[in-house]
C-alpha cells in the first residue's frame, strides 16, 4: 500500500455512459498525475496538478475527459459519453514538490470496462 | 525527455542477479536515468534513480556508464516476487517543464523461476 487510494477498484459501464473515479494522494503531496494504462502497454500520461492548479494535460485527454481537484487534496476524473477504447486501467499518482527528484507514489488504478 | 530502448523479456533463476539493461543514447547531460516496476495488477513502483554516479539502494542497484548512454539494473537476489515490467525513463530534473510526467515505454518483463 502505497498510500494513494482509487475509488472505484472497477467499473463497467456501457457505452454512452458518464463515469468518474477518484483519487486521494498522499495528503502532503502537492503534485497528481493521472494516467491510462491499456492491455500490453506502459502507462501514458494524461494531465498534470500542482496543488489544484491543472497545468499539463496531454492530447489523450479528449473533450469527453476532465479532470479536477478542487481543494488541493483529492482529484476526480470524468469521462463522459463513454466509447469501447476507453476501456483501461485508469492510474492516479502523487508525489512533493521538490528538486531533481520524481519518485510517484501509485495508486491500485481503477479498471474502467466499457462494454 | 530521452527515448528509451529495453528488451521485451528476461528470465532469471531465483536467488540470482537480474541484470536489466537500457539504452538511452540520445540522454542529455541533465536527465536522471529513472526505474519502475509494475507488478501484475497493481501500479507502477519507484525503484530507483541516478544521473552520473552509480547508485545502490534497498532494493536494487543502477549501474550508468561513463558516456551515460547505457545504464544496467540489478536486483542481486531476484526472488518470485520480483516477476514485474520493468520500465527505464529519462527524465529532466525538477525545473524544466516537464514536471515530472514519466514517459513509460514497453519495459522488460522479467520473469524469474524457481
Known amino acids: 500500500d502505497t498510500g494513494v487510494s482509487q475509488d472505484p477498484r472497477h467499473k463497467i459501464t456501457k457505452r454512452g455512459q458518464n463515469v468518474t473515479f477518484r483519487c486521494d494522494p498522499i495528503s502532503e503531496h502537492n503534485r497528481l498525475y493521472w494516467y491510462r494504462q491499456t492491455l500490453g502497454q506502459g502507462p501514458e500520461f494524461l494531465t498534470y496538478f500542482q496543488n489544484e492548479a491543472q497545468l499539463e494535460k496531454s492530447r489523450l485527454l479528449s473533450d469527453r475527459f476532465s479532470a479536477e481537484r478542487p481543494k488541493g487534496s483529492f482529484s476526480t476524473l470524468e469521462i463522459q459519453r463513454t466509447e469501447q477504447g476507453d476501456s483501461a486501467m485508469y492510474l492516479c499518482?502523487?508525489?512533493?514538490?521538490?528538486?531533481?527528484?520524481?519518485?510517484?507514489?501509485f495508486g491500485p488504478g481503477t479498471r474502467l470496462t466499457v462494454l | 525527455d530521452a527515448k528509451t530502448t529495453q528488451p521485451p523479456s528476461m528470465d532469471c533463476a531465483e536467488g540470482r542477479a537480474a541484470n536489466l539493461p537500457c539504452n538511452h543514447s540520445?540522454?542529455?547531460?541533465?536527465?536522471?536515468v529513472y526505474w519502475y516496476r509494475q507488478i501484475h495488477s497493481q501500479g507502477p513502483q519507484y525503484i530507483i534513480h541516478?544521473?552520473?554516479n552509480n547508485e545502490t539502494n534497498e532494493m536494487a542497484s543502477l549501474i550508468i556508464t561513463e558516456d551515460r548512454k547505457s545504464s544496467t539494473l540489478i536486483l542481486p537476489h531476484a526472488t518470485l516476487r520480483d516477476t514485474a515490467v520493468y520500465y527505464c525513463?529519462?527524465?529532466?530534473?525538477?525545473?524544466?517543464?516537464?514536471?515530472?510526467?514519466?514517459?513509460f515505454g514497453q519495459g522488460t518483463i522479467l520473469t524469474v523461476h524457481p
Open positions: 540520445t540522454i542529455s547531460g541533465n536527465e536522471y
Open positions: 525513463i529519462g527524465l529532466h530534473s525538477t525545473g524544466g517543464t516537464s514536471y515530472g510526467k514519466l514517459t
Open positions: 541516478g544521473l552520473k
Open positions: 499518482a502523487s508525489s512533493p514538490t521538490g528538486t531533481g527528484y520524481h519518485e510517484q507514489f
